[in-house]
């Protein structure tokens, strides 16, 4: 079985601040990870994947995630905060074999304060 | 590429009606789709995996007969909510994961959402 942890459902920093949103993942076999975001009443958008390739995978909007294994976790980053990525983000994992499942943390608002 | 519609963006109909939703791959086929459902401030929950051809799979809790799902097609997915109630205003979204050559790790790609509001 597999589940996710978002450590922390709001986050609020300064415009130009480091972001950083904490994702840790429970799994009996390995998983592949995501971070999405969305945006108010939209779907999600894809920010960056794990598929057990680089560790450290660079997404768009300047997001960053690393895969520590051996802290069963995935957590998100971003050097520089901008107005724009006020939104809410959502990690979820998936194993690499059978079932397609995605099974999503709790979710993250980020606030960006001017 | 792999961009996913679903109409309509947003519907409110009475009590006691029935409203369908679609869901479409637009530039690929999907084998599988799912139908989620988001309550404000929440999660996505899964409700069921639809496979073209065959019954969709409901996960525990979620009513099928309350909620039908028909993937007739590789394009095409629907969600129908029967006899809604002001209880089933949500969020419903879609999502859908191509054939196989199509960018695979179990990526799904979303729809944009379909705002559900039962009077």
């Known amino acids: 079985a597999q589940s996710v942890t978002q450590l922390g459902s709001h986050v609020s920093v300064s415009e130009g601040a480091l972001v950083l949103l904490r994702c840790n993942y429970s799994s009996s076999v390995p998983p592949y990870l995501f971070w999405y975001v969305q945006y108010p009443n939209q779907g999600l958008q894809l920010l960056l994947k794990?598929?057990?390739?680089?560790?450290l995978v660079k997404g768009i909007n300047g997001f960053e995630a690393e895969f520590k294994k051996s802290e069963t976790s995935f957590h998100l980053t971003k050097p520089s905060a901008h107005m724009s990525d006020a939104a809410e983000y959502f990690c979820a994992v998936t194993p690499i074999q059978g079932a397609q499942k995605l099974v999503f943390g709790q979710g993250t608002r980020l606030t960006i304060n001017p | 590429g792999a961009v996913v519609s679903q109409h309509p963006s947003w519907v409110i109909c009475k009590s006691g009606t029935s409203v369908k939703i679609e869901c479409r791959s637009l530039d690929f086929q999907a084998t599988t789709m799912f139908w989620y459902r988001q309550f404000p401030k929440q999660s996505l929950m899964l409700m069921a995996t639809?496979?073209?051809?065959?019954?969709?799979?409901?996960e525990q809790g979620v009513e099928k007969d309350k909620f039908l799902i028909n993937h007739a097609s590789l394009t095409l997915s629907t969600l129908t909510v029967t006899s809604a109630h002001p209880e089933d205003s949500s969020f419903y979204i879609c999502s859908a994961v191509g054939t196989s050559g199509m960018i695979s790790y179990n990526e799904q790609f979303f729809g944009p959402g379909t705002r559900l509001t039962v009077l």
């Open positions: 639809s496979n073209e051809g065959s019954k969709a799979t409901y």
């Open positions: 794990y598929t057990s390739a680089a560790t």
